[in-house]
């Protein structure tokens, strides 16, 4: 069988996705519970990127209040680019943005992308190396 195109994967993947998310349980807090685990068991990273979830994603934002001491940067389309902005009140300082996504405020500090040590990134699927297909204009990649 051929390798589908990049585009013909998404669709399949997001119809695959559409299905999951049908029959599965609507509940992150396993996952959230998880990532929390591993960020206890790793306290040397201070500074995290993550996202604001679409529908069907996993909402990563209570790690926020979770792990109060980590500085959390969330990304935000400028352009053609993301910036990351430092976000402590995500309920006062995310807002629709972009594609329907929740971003930062444009009064929260831009922050350098570099100084970024863990980053929580959002994907359609991912390979066993790691590789990501994300959902759209690939800003992660």
């Known amino acids: 069988m051929a390798i589908p195109e990049h585009r013909q994967l998404k669709t399949l993947l997001r119809a695959s996705m559409r299905d999951l998310a049908r029959n599965s349980p609507k509940d992150s807090a396993p996952v959230v519970a998880a990532v929390a685990r591993w960020l206890a068991s790793h306290?040397?990273?201070?500074?995290?990127?993550?996202?604001?979830?679409l529908?069907?994603?996993v909402d990563l934002l209570p790690l926020l209040s979770m792990e109060p001491g980590r500085r959390w940067m969330f990304p935000k389309v400028e352009g053609e680019h993301l910036a990351f902005h430092?976000?402590?009140?995500?309920?006062?300082?995310l807002l629709p943005g972009a594609f329907g996504?929740?971003?930062?405020h444009h009064l929260t500090p831009v922050i350098?992308?570099?100084?970024?040590?863990?980053?929580?990134?959002?994907?359609?699927?991912?390979?066993?190396?790691?590789?990501?297909?994300?959902r759209g204009r690939g800003f992660y990649d």
């Open 101 to 104: 996504i929740r971003e930062p």
């Open 43 to 53: 306290p040397e990273p201070g500074t995290i990127a993550s996202f604001a979830a």
């Open 55 to 57: 529908p069907g994603e």
């Open 112 to 134: 350098d992308p570099r100084t970024i040590e863990v980053f929580l990134c959002p994907g359609l699927a991912f390979d066993q190396r790691g590789g990501r297909l994300g």
């Open 86 to 93: 430092e976000i402590r009140d995500p309920a006062t300082e």
